[in-house]
């Protein structure tokens, strides 16, 4: 099945890719899906966690098959379905599910957020809910999936302990972020590395909504020194975020980073064509700190 549907930069859309898990209805990001696949014959590997069946290797990569039945607590009846091959974060994984029924294109607007009480402190596998043809499709966090069945594919916080002592810095910071967990952990992050300043958000429209106050009131030099945004996120996504601010010639010189478990090489090059400053994947904690060291430097010099 062909996953590729071109989209245009900066539009807040996304295409999504639905599948059924026993009779309910689930939903991937297509840019984190590589292919489909009918379910072949894994090798089961020792001691591994009970939600990974094991490894298999099509054209000499080597996958792990998650059950995500199991992963969401969800019974399992053996069926084995298709294998849904995903890349993000760095990480080749195939996830089985039991039939996938397409592709639709929806803008990130229409995505609602789930509340507490079904992502209960940040508990919950759930990113967004998308009502369509009068059923509801979930979108699931694939990323803490994967990082509760292995956390150390999540955020490297020693690479944050091997940067050493740093001196306080009080650039204003902006961040676009959606996730409870991840917002936490940069932040601490970002602390710990010495940027205090910090301006959280939960989607791109909080962010640019302040970034749009700051310029009316003329204060974007006091309150806005960076931006670091993801890419996924409701009602406005990283990308348009991104867009926005270079294309507006009062904001342009703000960098921009895009900090997402999607840069690939595909998505970096759409990262490049909106102007971006730079893109991380999200593992790397350490990176971005040195990547926020070298544009402000630059923006410093520019001034």
Same mark, same amino acid.
């Given at each position: 099945?062909?996953?590729?549907? #071109?989209?245009?930069?900066?539009?807040?859309?996304?295409?999504?890719?639905?599948? =059924?898990?026993?009779?309910?209805?689930?939903?991937?990001?297509?840019?984190?899906?590589?292919?489909?696949? =009918?379910?072949?014959?894994?090798?089961?590997?020792?001691?591994?966690?009970?939600?990974?069946? *094991?490894?298999?290797?099509?054209?000499?990569? +080597?996958? =792990?098959?998650?059950?995500?039945?199991?992963?969401?607590?969800?019974?399992?009846?053996?069926?084995?379905?298709?294998?849904?091959?995903?890349?993000?974060?760095?990480?080749?994984?195939?996830?089985?599910?039991?039939?996938?029924?397409?592709?639709?294109?929806?803008?990130?607007?229409?995505?609602?957020?789930? &509340?507490?009480?079904?992502?209960? @402190?940040?508990?919950?596998?759930? =990113?967004?809910?998308?009502?369509?043809?009068?059923?509801?499709?979930?979108? #699931?966090?694939?990323?803490?999936?994967?990082?509760?069945?292995?956390?150390?594919? *999540?955020?490297?916080?020693?690479?944050?302990?091997? #940067?050493?002592e740093r001196e306080r810095n009080m650039v204003p910071i902006v961040i676009?972020? &959606?996730?409870?967990?991840?917002?936490?952990?940069?932040? &601490?992050?970002? $602390?710990? @590395?010495?940027?205090?300043?910090?301006?959280?958000?939960?989607?791109?429209?909080?962010?640019?909504?302040?970034?749009?106050?700051?310029?009316?009131?003329?204060?974007?030099?006091?309150?806005?020194?960076?931006?670091?945004?993801?890419?996924?996120?409701?009602? +406005?996504?990283?990308?348009?975020?991104?867009?926005?601010?270079?294309? &507006?010639?009062?904001?342009?010189?703000?960098?921009?980073?895009?900090?997402?478990?999607?840069?690939?090489?595909? +998505?970096?090059?759409? *990262?490049?064509?909106?102007? @971006?400053?730079?893109?991380?994947?999200?593992?790397?904690?350490?990176?971005?700190?040195?990547?926020?060291?070298?544009?402000?430097? $630059?923006?410093?010099?520019?001034?």
């Amino acid at each position: 099945m062909d996953t590729k549907i #071109l989209l245009e930069n900066g539009t807040n859309e996304l295409e999504v890719l639905e599948f =059924t898990l026993g009779g309910n209805h689930y939903g991937i990001n297509v840019a984190k899906v590589r292919e489909i696949l =009918t379910y072949e014959k894994v090798t089961p590997v020792p001691n591994a966690h009970p939600s990974i069946e *094991g490894i298999f290797m099509p054209r000499d990569t +080597m996958i =792990t098959v998650v059950n995500l039945k199991k992963s969401i607590g969800m019974a399992d009846n053996e069926e084995k379905g298709l294998l849904i091959i995903t890349n993000f974060n760095k990480l080749n994984i195939a996830f089985r599910v039991d039939a996938v029924l397409g592709i639709h294109r929806v803008s990130w607007e229409e995505i609602i957020k789930p &509340d507490a009480t079904i992502n209960a @402190a940040g508990a919950g596998v759930s =990113t967004g809910i998308i009502k369509m043809n009068n059923k509801l499709i979930i979108i #699931l966090d694939f990323e803490k999936i994967v990082t509760d069945i292995s956390p150390e594919t *999540g955020l490297k916080m020693s690479e944050i302990d091997e #940067l050493g002592e740093r001196e306080r810095n009080m650039v204003p910071i902006v961040i676009a972020e &959606d996730s409870p967990l991840l917002n936490r952990l940069i932040t &601490d992050s970002l $602390k710990k @590395a010495g940027y205090v300043n910090l301006n959280i958000n939960n989607n791109g429209k909080e962010a640019w909504d302040k970034i749009s106050e700051y310029k009316r009131k003329g204060t974007i030099k006091q309150n806005v020194g960076c931006v670091i945004t993801d890419i996924e996120m409701p009602i +406005m996504d990283g990308h348009r975020l991104t867009k926005l601010i270079k294309d &507006d010639s009062a904001l342009s010189n703000i960098p921009v980073i895009i900090f997402s478990s999607l840069v690939n090489d595909e +998505m970096r090059r759409k *990262g490049e064509q909106l102007g @971006a400053d730079a893109q991380l994947a999200k593992p790397e904690i350490g990176n971005l700190v040195r990547e926020i060291d070298q544009l402000l430097i $630059k923006k410093q010099q520019n001034l």
